[in-house]
């Protein structure tokens, strides 16, 4: 049993039961035992592997759009270019590297910024970017970000952000809470908070009996924060997660651990926790901002910026095996059963900004 799961009983056998949404928040951040403060998550000898870690064109790509995004929006200077969750720093080195081939006198004026809340991941991020030709600033949230035009990226942020689930119960919504059985194991059970029916998807009515419903408040309220800020200085955003392009009713809910799944109330503390994002729902808040707002899956997304062009372009001074791994890795980021129909890309921009490969509208 972890430190942090024997914690969390004794928390619940003294107050009650928990939300979904505190369980996540401890197992995530907890300033002792939370998996972001202790574990090593990415790459293959941990959790999970994001796109940058899988490959550099990743991070190429992304660069590319972001140069464009900002020419798009007026070449604004000062601006700041930034990263919100930037894991080990991967992704913000290989845009670096790219803006510097692309544009060294962007890279010279612009400042960037890595949104960070973990000591220990700024320290491996400062590591890794050890030696680039940039002024890097690390910030604790986007607040302290200096006055200017934004152009920001966030590469799965939103899933680990803590979301509050539901359960149909005898025709009602409850919360779904985590509280301790009679053998004092932790187990799901349906609280007495309700909530209005109409913040549902549409199908909510219909829902049998031990459906779940998904709500992520704290995810809306990131957006916001976000949009706000390009609405009122100008920029442009970039975000790539999984979950699903319309709102609906189900269980996402998941624990990753040595790239396997598992039960989320087994390892609290040791494994990763997140959920799928309602990227409609973060849409529309930046809609509510009066940006434009376009989604597309990864692979056409990576497809639409040329990463059969540029995986060409890699390996063609490589031999067979380097290109057999070229190949492997674009399957990986783009092809429909791997990464390229999960997970999603949303842009925001101000009203009437064309960027390819989005459309010049909603």
Not at 124 to 134: E, N
Not at 135 to 151: F, G, K, V, Y
Not at 173 to 198: I, K, N, Q, T, Y
Request: charged share 20%; proline share 6%.
């Amino acid at each position: 049993m972890t430190a942090l799961k024997q914690r969390i009983k004794r928390l619940i056998a003294a107050n009650g039961p928990i939300s979904v949404a505190d369980y996540m928040a401890l197992c995530l951040f907890d300033p002792e035992d939370g998996y972001y403060t202790n574990r090593e998550p990415f790459g293959v000898a941990g959790d999970f592997t994001t796109a940058p870690e899988i490959s550099q064109m990743f991070g190429e790509l992304v660069a590319v759009w972001l140069h464009t995004a900002w020419q798009a929006t007026g070449r604004p200077l000062p601006v700041t270019i930034a990263e919100i969750g930037p894991g080990r720093g991967t992704l913000m080195k290989d845009i670096l590297r790219t803006l510097l081939k692309l544009d060294p006198s962007l890279v010279a004026q612009a400042s960037f910024a890595m949104i960070e809340t973990s000591p220990r991941l700024v320290e491996i991020q400062k590591k890794t970017l050890t030696g680039t030709q940039a002024r890097i600033d690390w910030h604790q949230s986007i607040e302290t970000l200096p006055a200017n035009p934004l152009i920001i990226v966030g590469n799965e942020l939103f899933d680990a952000i803590p979301i509050r689930q539901f359960v149909r119960t005898s025709g009602k919504w409850r919360e779904r809470m985590v509280g301790l059985s009679e053998a004092g194991e932790l187990h799901f059970l349906a609280g007495a908070a309700s909530l209005d029916p109409s913040l549902l998807p549409g199908n909510a009515a219909t829902a049998s009996d031990g459906a779940i419903a998904e709500l992520a408040p704290a995810r809306t309220a990131l957006m916001d924060a976000i949009a706000d800020r390009i609405a009122t200085h100008g920029g442009a955003g970039l975000f790539i997660d999984y979950g699903h392009l319309e709102p609906g009713i189900g269980d996402t809910l998941q624990a990753l651990r040595k790239h396997q799944y598992e039960d989320v109330l087994a390892s609290p503390g040791h494994a990763d926790i997140t959920s799928h994002v309602d990227f409609s729902a973060l849409a529309a808040t930046a809609r509510g901002k009066r940006l434009d707002a376009h989604l597309m899956t990864q692979g056409h997304f990576l497809l639409e910026m040329g990463l059969l062009e540029r995986a060409g372009h890699l390996g063609a001074a490589m031999d067979a095996a380097g290109q057999e791994k070229i190949r492997g890795q674009v399957e990986r980021l783009a092809g429909p059963s791997a990464m390229g129909d999960l997970f999603k890309v949303l842009a925001i921009l101000p009203s009437g900004t064309a960027v390819s490969p989005f459309p010049d509208a909603d």
